[in-house]
C-alpha cells in the first residue's frame, strides 16, 4: 500500500482568511454590547429651539446643568428639579456645586466658567430664575440657554 | 557543517493589522459622541451687594423697551397685548436704531453706519434716544414657560445679531459663527457691537402661576 507511505511534515501555517469574519464579528459584539459611561440624566430633557445659537470656543470651560421634571417621579416627584454631574441638586447646593466645578479649572480661566443650562421646555420660569440667582450669587455668570436650531420659516 | 534544522518561522503574522487598524477604528467612530454645546450666551448681571447698592439710574422711559410675559404665555410689548411674540425682532430693532435724540456720540455713530442700517432710524421722539441708551427689558411671570421666554429672548438676541451683522456686511448666521479665534473675527464682531451694547435685561420674575 504505497498510497499510505509515510506522509509528509504537517504544514504549520494556521490559515488566516477566517480572520476578518471573526474581526469583524468582534466589531459587532462591542458595537451591540458596548454603553459608554455617560451622565445618567435623572430628568426629562425636551430641549427647547431656538434660532441664535452660538457655539462656544473652548469646550473646557462648560459645566452642565440640568433642570426637569424627574423621570423617577415616585422618587423625586413631579416639580421640576436640578441635576448637576450625577445626582439631584437642591437649589441652594448650586453655589457648592459651581465652585467645584470652578476649582477643576486651570486659575486662569475660573473666570470664564460658562454653565450650559439644559433646561427641560415644559419648565416653568419660577426655578429657571431661581438656578440663575444661584449662579449670580457664585459669580458663574455666563450661562449658556442649550437649545437645538429651529428650522427657519 | 551541519544541516540547520527548518525551525517553525517565529515571525507573527502582521497581514490582519490592519483589520485591526480599522476595527479600532470604527468602533471609536461609533462610539464617540460629539456633544453640542450651542445655545443662547446670556450675561447675568452680578450679584447684589447689600452693603453696597448698585447706583440709580433713571433712564426715560422712551429708552426701555418692555416686554412682560405672563403666566398664559401672552405679550405684553410696549403697552400693547399680543398673542405671539412673531415679529417682535423687527419691532426691537426698530426701537434700538430709532435715534430719537441722538447725543454727541450716537450722531458720530449714526454717521458710521452703512445706509441700510441708517435706514431704520425713524427718529421717533418716543422711542429711544440712541442705541448706547435704548435697554430692552424681558419681564416674566414665574409660571411663564421656559420654552416662551427663550422664544422671546432668542428674537431679542436675533435683533441685535441682525443689526450687527448689516453694519459689517455678513449675514446674521455669519456673524454669529464668529467666535473671535483670530484677528481678524475679533475685528468683524468688534466693528458690529461697536457703540450698540446688547442691553437686555432680564427682572426678577413676578410670583403668579408658579412657585
Known amino acids: 500500500m504505497a498510497k499510505f507511505g509515510k506522509k509528509t511534515k504537517a504544514d504549520v501555517n494556521i490559515p488566516t482568511s477566517a480572520l476578518p469574519d471573526i474581526i469583524f464579528m468582534l466589531l459587532f459584539f462591542f458595537m451591540v454590547t458596548t454603553v459608554l459611561r455617560e451622565q445618567e440624566i435623572l430628568v426629562e430633557q425636551k ?35 436640578v441635576q448637576a454631574n450625577d445626582a439631584l441638586l437642591n437649589t441652594p447646593d448650586i453655589v457648592q456645586w459651581v465652585n467645584q466645578e470652578r476649582d477643576l479649572l486651570p486659575e486662569a480661566d475660573r473666570g470664564l466658567i460658562t454653565i450650559s443650562m439644559k433646561a427641560d421646555r415644559d419648565v416653568k420660569m419660577g426655578p429657571i430664575s431661581d438656578v440663575q440667582t444661584e449662579l449670580r450669587e457664585a459669580d458663574a455668570r455666563r450661562i449658556l440657554y442649550a437649545s437645538i436650531g429651529k428650522v427657519q420659516k | 557543517m551541519a544541516r540547520k534544522k527548518n525551525r517553525m518561522s517565529t515571525e507573527v503574522n502582521a497581514g490582519s493589522m490592519a483589520d485591526i487598524a480599522f476595527l479600532l477604528l470604527i468602533f471609536f ?7 453640542s454645546d450651542k445655545g443662547i450666551l446670556n450675561i447675568l448681571p452680578p450679584k447684589l451687594d447689600p452693603n453696597n447698592p448698585p447706583p440709580k439710574i433713571d433712564l426715560n422711559e422712551r429708552n426701555i423697551f418692555t416686554i412682560l410675559l405672563n403666566a398664559n404665555d401672552q405679550l405684553l410689548v410696549e403697552g400693547e397685548f399680543r398673542e405671539s411674540p412673531e415679529g ?32 431704520l432710524a425713524a427718529r421717533n421722539p418716543d422711542s429711544s434716544d440712541d442705541p448706547g441708551e435704548a435697554v430692552v427689558s424681558i419681564k416674566t411671570d414665574r409660571g411663564t414657560s ?9 428674537l431679542t438676541k436675533k435683533a441685535y445679531f441682525d443689526i450687527y451683522a448689516q453694519r459689517v456686511n455678513l449675514s446674521t448666521d455669519e456673524y454669529r459663527a464668529l467666535t473671535g479665534k483670530n484677528d481678524a473675527e475679533t475685528s468683524l464682531q468688534d466693528r458690529g457691537k461697536e457703540g450698540i451694547p446688547m442691553a437686555i435685561s432680564i427682572a426678577e420674575p413676578n410670583k403668579i402661576g408658579g412657585n
Not at chain 1, 431656538?50 to 413631579?78: C, D, E, R, V, W
Not at chain 2, 436704531?97 to 441700510?116: C, K, R, T, V, W
Not at chain 2, 421656559?146 to 432668542?154: A, G, I, R, S, T
Open chain 2, 88 to 119: 417682535l425682532d423687527e419691532d426691537v430693532k426698530a426701537f434700538i436704531m430709532n435715534f430719537g435724540s441722538p447725543d454727541e456720540e450716537g450722531i458720530a455713530l449714526y454717521n458710521s453706519l452703512p445706509a441700510s442700517v441708517k435706514a
Open chain 1, 47 to 81: 430641549i427647547p429651539a431656538a434660532t441664535q445659537l452660538q457655539k462656544l470656543q473652548k469646550k473646557t470651560l462648560i459645566s452642565y446643568i440640568f433642570i426637569g421634571k424627574p423621570k423617577n417621579t415616585a422618587l423625586y416627584g413631579t416639580e421640576p428639579r
Open chain 2, 146 to 154: 421656559y420654552d416662551k421666554y427663550l422664544e422671546v429672548f432668542d
Open chain 2, 29 to 35: 467612530l461609533v462610539t464617540t459622541t460629539i456633544a
